[in-house]
């Protein structure tokens, strides 16, 4: 089996055949639902943390309608280097967007974003800031990726048949909703993390929809952070 040939197999995730239409509609509300709870979390506070809620129902909604977690990208990449780059060049493309774009225009309307209160307490303090790794490689570039590119990216893509199309709108839609999971940061930051979910869901397409471009780059990205808060560069 030639290369090509073995890159087609792993990025192939079809939708499923078995009545499309119902499955299309179960799909449109299990995205309702999950953007539900990521505004009845993050904006009205009546729901419980939605990374956790959207991770477990995430694993489970995949594994029993699809068979498989590689449906969502959970899959081993033809190659490891190529994935390892994607991730590279879009943690950098964020981080410099970030910095030199986003910031300096919102910055014209609204105060800077609001950073997590963690954050504060990292400049200077190995412990927390290990500590703060910690939560960038499990809650972040895991459960975050698993519940906005895994799984709701997924279902939003379920709607319009899984075509290109329909993941690249779907990428629209997930990261205004991933924006809005990082409401606590004001205007400025809903906007600048709404652009890091559009360079992240561009990852995940440019690797052949593999989840692990997403999760190494948000863990390279909020890695950035965490140095950069330890060593007081931003100050």
């Known amino acids: 089996m030639n290369q090509n040939r073995a890159m087609a197999l792993e990025t192939e995730t079809p939708f499923p055949?078995?009545?499309?239409?119902?499955s299309r509609a179960l799909s449109a509300f299990e995205l309702l639902f999950g953007a539900f709870i990521v505004i009845g979390h993050n904006v009205f506070h009546i729901v419980p943390n939605e990374v956790i809620v959207l991770f477990v129902l995430g694993l489970a909604s995949i594994w029993l309608r699809d068979g498989r977690w590689s449906a969502m990208g959970f899959k081993r990449p033809v190659s490891w280097r190529r994935i390892f780059l994607i991730a590279l060049v879009a943690a950098g493309a964020r981080i410099l967007l970030g910095q030199f774009v986003v910031e300096p225009v919102t910055g014209f309307f609204w105060?800077?974003?609001t950073a997590p209160e963690l954050a504060n307490e990292i400049t200077g303090n190995a412990k927390i800031a290990l500590f703060a790794l910690l939560l960038v490689w499990t809650f972040a570039a895991f459960g975050e990726e698993i519940a906005y590119r895994g799984y709701l990216l997924t279902r939003a893509a379920d709607i319009g048949g899984r075509s290109k199309i329909a993941y690249w709108l779907g990428i629209v839609f997930v990261s205004i909703l991933f924006g809005y999971g990082h409401y606590y940061k004001g205007p400025?930051?809903?906007?600048?993390?709404?652009?890091?979910?559009?360079?992240?869901?561009?990852?995940?397409?440019?690797?052949?929809?593999?989840?692990?471009a997403c999760v190494?780059?948000?863990?390279?990205?909020?890695?950035?952070?965490?140095?950069?808060?330890f060593f007081g560069w931003s100050k």
């Open 188 to 212: 400025s930051g809903i906007i600048d993390s709404g652009i890091a979910g559009s360079i992240l869901g561009a990852a995940y397409m440019v690797a052949g929809r593999n989840l692990w």
């Open 216 to 229: 190494l780059t948000h863990g390279f990205i909020d890695t950035f952070a965490v140095i950069d808060a």
């Open 17 to 22: 055949s078995t009545n499309p239409v119902a």
């Open 111 to 113: 105060p800077p974003s």
